[in-house]
């Protein structure tokens, strides 16, 4: 079944460490997204991929890093600089020339 | 970042009725994207329907449509003969040049459907 996995569904992290929220897709999708998503409010982007080796920041990319190495995988890191990284985070990837967006199932992360 | 308007934070429907969610947007373009997520509790986020800014006609996905007004700037959702699973917060999106092609979302409206 081709789609998007994000992985774990929930975690938690000690306040003042890094954690790298893991994103693959077996869509042969080009670009990848990374959202926020926290009560109240839609979505935001961190930072977004268009094609292997590159990406840009979205409206709140700070405290925040990725990296796109491979074509499948497009992993989100949460710094000890990001102040508030308790939150919803989304997935998403788009085929080439679509501007439809295909969403992963989403990680809690939880920081105390 | 494109500004999304979802003027309705919440709203109560009884199944088999008809509720229609607020969307507005704001652009200067004349070519561009406009979309309705759901996301159930289980927080997928599904996409419901689309629309196409240079189409007059109206979207219709089975039991969702929208009303797209152009120039009001206004993108609204009615869903029809609502049913326990619609039940999920939906959300507007935005997509187009001015926005540098990003999807640009709605703070979202909770629809719950009562039994």
């Known amino acids: 079944d081709g789609g998007i996995t994000q992985s774990p569904k929930y975690l938690f992290r000690k306040e003042g460490q890094n954690v790298t929220l893991s994103c693959e897709q077996n869509?042969?999708?080009?670009?990848m997204y990374w959202y926020r998503q926290d009560p109240g409010q839609g979505l935001r982007l961190i930072y977004y991929?268009?094609?292997?080796?590159?990406?840009q920041k979205g409206d709140i990319a700070e405290g925040y890093s990725v990296s796109r190495e491979k074509k499948e995988s497009f992993p989100l890191t949460v710094t000890s600089a990001q102040k508030n990284p308790t939150a919803f985070y989304l997935c998403?990837?788009?085929?080439?020339?679509?501007?439809?967006?295909?969403f992963g199932p989403g990680t809690r992360l939880t920081v105390t | 970042a494109q500004t999304v308007t979802q003027s309705q934070p919440e709203m109560s429907v009884q199944e088999a009725e008809t509720v229609t969610l607020s969307c507005t947007y704001d652009t200067s373009e004349n070519n561009y994207y406009l979309f309705w997520y759901k996301q159930p509790p289980s927080r997928q986020m599904i996409l419901v329907i689309r629309q196409e800014a240079y189409k007059q006609q109206n979207a219709t996905e089975n039991r969702f449509s929208v009303n797209f007004q152009k120039a009001a700037k206004s993108f609204s959702l009615k869903i029809s003969d609502s049913q326990l699973g619609d039940t999920a917060m939906y959300f507007c999106a935005f997509f187009g040049r001015s926005n540098d092609y990003k999807l640009s979302f709605g703070a979202g409206t909770t629809v719950t459907v009562r039994a």
């Open positions: 991929s268009q094609i292997v080796n590159d990406f």
């Open positions: 869509l042969n999708h080009d670009a």
């Open positions: 998403a990837s788009s085929p080439p020339g679509s501007y439809e967006q295909y």
